[in-house]
């Protein structure tokens, strides 16, 4: 490529043009920094006006309750206490903190639980459970099944037979049911 200029013409000419746009660059962000501060002051003053609406409102009430002896808050209280009673008659009688405790217990070290199925028992305090999994050995398994039945909640555990057709790395899935 030819060259038409000197180079130290060259050289003052590419400091000016960094020169110029970092400039301009700069110029442009403060505009940018003011342009976003004209918009973000009428939101301060609009939520600081709402504050301190809101702590005389507050103070007011508060002097009003002071002076009558009442409280606004009885209602709201009495109202939230109706609905805690009746969500509370709807609260499960099963701690499934308790039983995943107790399932993770019984697990001997060669068992690893897959998946975890929970329903509805017979009775009104039952849980049918249903997990499967793999187990190294069928002795492993076999542990897990004596295990459950040793648990006092756990009743009626069914292996079937055909899980422990298999030497090693049995698939598995067993039933309980568990009685709160």
């Known amino acids: 490529m030819f060259k038409l200029l000197p180079e130290e013409q060259a050289k003052i000419i590419k400091r000016e043009y960094y020169f110029r746009i970092t400039t301009t660059s700069l110029f442009l962000l403060f505009l ?22 809101a702590q005389a409102t507050l103070k007011s009430e508060h ?24 969500l509370g ?43 499967g999994g793999v187990a190294d050995d069928r002795f492993t398994l076999l542990e897990l099944a004596k295990n459950l039945e040793k648990q006092s909640i756990f009743s009626k555990v069914v292996l079937p037979v055909s899980e422990l057709a298999k030497n090693k790395d049995l698939n598995f899935s067993l039933s309980t049911t568990a009685t709160f």
Request: net charge positive; proline share 4%.
């Open 89 to 131: 008659q709807f609260r499960s009688p099963v701690s499934w903190y308790m039983l995943l405790g107790r399932l993770i217990n019984v697990k001997p070290k060669g068992v690893v639980i897959n998946s975890l199925n929970l329903g509805k028992g017979a009775k009104d305090n039952e849980l049918s459970i249903g997990f």
């Open 63 to 86: 002097a009003d309750e002071i002076s009558s002896g009442t409280s606004s808050l009885g209602p709201v209280l009495a109202r939230a206490k109706t609905e805690l009673d009746l």
């Open 32 to 53: 940018a920094t003011l342009l976003a501060l004209a918009f973000l002051y009428p939101i301060d003053i609009l939520s600081s006006y709402k504050v301190n609406s």
